[in-house]
């Protein structure tokens, strides 16, 4: 994947004073490396693990989808936030094994689920979803939005 800048917006990054477009440019690049290549080899690598005491990542990223197709700005700004950003790319080295670590998988792919009530949350629309919480392994928690 290749981001291209114009050279008006490369200097504005350069000189310390970035343009709104050269802004807008690198935004949409890393909002695509998230959503269309991280999110989906991560989908792929963890389609059929046993995750225990999670439920299926599947079921968290239907529900990020749902969120998505209601409010696609909501889910947007959640995957959006900084954190996802270094999230993804722990989980992405875990997964392929370039980074290793003495706690479960399951432990990092529950920020997934966490992501996705998130993104359901902000974008308005019910879902049930267990989600690792502190001290309870597992926690079953349901949104109705009034």
């Known amino acids: 994947m290749t981001t291209e800048l114009p ?10 004073n970035p343009t709104e477009d050269a802004v807008h440019r690198l935004m949409s690049a890393e909002r695509v490396r998230r959503s269309t ?3 989906k080899h991560v989908r792929r690598k963890l389609s059929g693990l046993d995750l225990s005491p999670l439920p299926a990542a599947e079921d968290a990223f239907r529900i ?8 696609a700005d909501a889910a947007d700004e959640v995957v959006m936030y900084p ?33 996705a009530a998130a ?3 902000r974008a308005g629309i019910d879902f049930t979803l267990s989600v690792p919480a502190p001290l309870v392994l597992q926690q079953e928690i349901r949104f109705t939005v009034l």
Do not use: F, N, Q
């Not at 050279?7 to 310390?16: I, K, M, Q």
């Not at 990020?64 to 409010?71: M, N, P, S, V, W």
């Open 119 to 121: 993104a359901a949350i």
């Open 37 to 39: 290549v991280a999110l």
């Open 64 to 71: 990020l989808e749902a969120a998505e197709r209601a409010d």
């Open 83 to 115: 954190h996802v950003g270094a999230w993804l790319v722990h989980l992405v080295k875990r997964l392929y094994e370039v980074e290793r670590r003495d706690t479960p998988l399951w432990h990092d792919v529950g920020y997934l689920h966490l992501l």
């Open 7 to 16: 050279t008006a917006a490369r200097d504005s990054l350069l000189t310390g």
